[in-house]
C-alpha cells in the first residue's frame, strides 16, 4: 500500500515540474528566437501544459490500458470545469470575454458531442484520432490568426481607443505577463537542458504513475475506468487546481475561464487524436455495457453547465461555483457507488 501511494506521490510531482521545466525552456526558447508573446501561449504554453495528460495517455495506449487513457480526458475535463472552475469561483467571482461565451465554451461542447460519437462503436481508430488532431492543429491556426489580428490592432495609433483596439490590447498585454510570469532565462543551453529535463520528467512521471495505478488496481480490484476517471483525472488536473484556488484566495482576477475551457479542448483534440494515432483505442466491454456513456454525459453535462450560468452577464457566481462543485462532489459519489 505505502509502495503505491509513494509511486503515485513521485509520478505526479515528476508530471508537474516536468510539464513546468518544458514550458519554460521552450517559451524562453522561442522568445529568444524572435517569436512574440501570444504565439508562444497558443502553441508552446497550450501544449506544455497539455503534456501530462497526452504522455499519461499516449503511454497508457501503448501499455494496452485504453480506459486509463480515455478516463483521464474525461476526469480532467470533468475536474477541470466542475471542480477546478467551481472551487475558484466559490471563492471569488469570474467574468469571461464575450468569445468564450459565444465561441469557446459552444467548440468544446461540440467536440465533445464528436468523441461521444467517435466512441458509440466502442473504439477509437487511428483514422478517427487523426481527424481529432487535425482539429487542435486547426484550432491552434485560427487562434493564431485571431492573435495576430489582435497583436496588429494593439499597435494602432495610440490616441485610437474604440472598444475593438482595447479589447486588442488587453489580449496582448496579459499574453506578455503571462510570459513573464514563467521567467526569463537567458542562457540558451540552460534553455535546452530545461526542455530535456521536461521532456525526461514528463514521460517517467507518467510511467510511474501508470505502474502505480496498475498495482491498485490489482491491490482493490477496481477497473480501469475508475482509475483513469478519479486518481489519473485528479492528479493531472492538480496544478490547475492548486494555481486557480491561491489565486481566487488571493482575491487575484487573473484566473482565466478561456484557458480551462481551451484546456478541455486540447485534452480531447490533441490528447485522444495522439493517443488513438500511436495506438487504436478499444474500449474494453463496449461503450455502453461499460457504463463509459454515462461518464461522457456527464462531461457534457458539466461543460453545458457554464454557459447556462454565464447567460446573464459573463460571470460566474459563488452560487454558481457551489453549484458547480457540488456536481464534482456528487460524480464522484457516482463512482464510488458503481465501482
Not at 471569488?92 to 465533445?112: E, Q, W
Not at 457554464?306 to 457566481?317: F, N, V
Request: charged share 15%.
Amino acid at each position: 500500500m505505502w509502495l503505491q501511494v509513494v509511486l503515485l506521490i513521485v509520478g505526479f510531482v515528476l508530471l508537474y515540474y516536468g510539464a513546468e521545466w518544458l514550458v519554460k525552456g521552450a517559451a524562453n526558447l522561442a522568445r529568444s528566437l524572435g517569436v512574440t508573446p501570444v504565439v508562444i501561449g497558443l502553441t508552446v504554453v497550450a501544449f506544455g501544459t497539455s503534456a501530462p495528460e497526452m504522455v499519461v495517455s499516449v503511454i497508457s495506449s501503448l501499455a494496452e490500458k485504453s480506459m486509463i487513457a480515455v478516463g483521464n480526458v474525461v476526469g480532467s475535463n470533468i475536474c477541470n470545469i466542475a471542480l477546478v472552475l467551481g472551487a475558484a469561483a466559490f471563492f471569488i467571482p469570474l467574468t469571461a470575454d464575450k468569445s468564450v461565451f459565444r465561441r469557446d465554451i459552444p467548440l468544446m461542447i461540440g467536440i465533445s458531442i464528436y468523441l461521444l460519437i467517435l466512441s458509440i462503436d466502442s473504439q477509437i481508430t487511428r483514422l478517427e484520432g487523426v481527424t481529432l488532431f487535425t482539429g487542435v492543429i486547426l484550432y491552434t491556426v485560427f487562434n493564431y490568426f485571431l492573435s495576430t489580428r489582435e497583436t496588429r490592432l494593439a499597435k494602432e495609433i495610440p490616441a485610437r481607443t474604440d472598444t475593438e483596439v482595447a479589447h486588442a490590447r488587453e489580449k496582448v498585454t496579459e499574453a506578455e505577463e503571462e510570459l513573464d510570469e514563467i521567467g526569463i532565462i537567458e542562457s540558451r543551453p540552460k534553455q535546452i537542458v530545461l526542455i530535456i529535463l521536461g521532456i525526461a520528467g514528463v514521460v517517467i512521471g507518467a510511467q510511474v504513475l501508470i505502474d502505480a495505478a496498475v498495482m491498485i488496481m490489482k491491490t482493490f480490484g477496481v477497473s480501469e475506468k475508475f482509475i483513469g476517471l478519479t486518481i489519473v483525472a485528479l492528479g493531472t488536473s492538480l496544478p490547475e487546481l492548486a494555481t486557480s484556488v491561491v489565486a481566487a484566495l488571493r482575491k487575484e482576477m487573473d484566473i482565466s475561464i478561456g484557458n480551462l475551457i481551451g484546456s478541455n479542448v486540447f485534452n480531447i483534440l490533441s490528447v485522444i487524436g495522439a493517443a488513438a494515432i500511436v495506438r487504436p483505442i478499444p474500449i474494453p466491454g463496449g461503450f455502453f455495457e461499460s457504463g463509459l456513456v454515462y461518464d461522457y454525459l456527464v462531461m457534457l453535462f458539466v461543460s453545458f453547465l457554464p454557459w447556462l450560468l454565464m447567460q446573464r452577464d459573463y460571470t460566474i457566481r459563488r452560487s454558481s461555483g457551489f453549484l458547480l462543485l457540488c456536481c464534482y462532489a456528487g460524480y464522484m459519489g457516482y463512482l464510488l457507488y458503481t465501482v
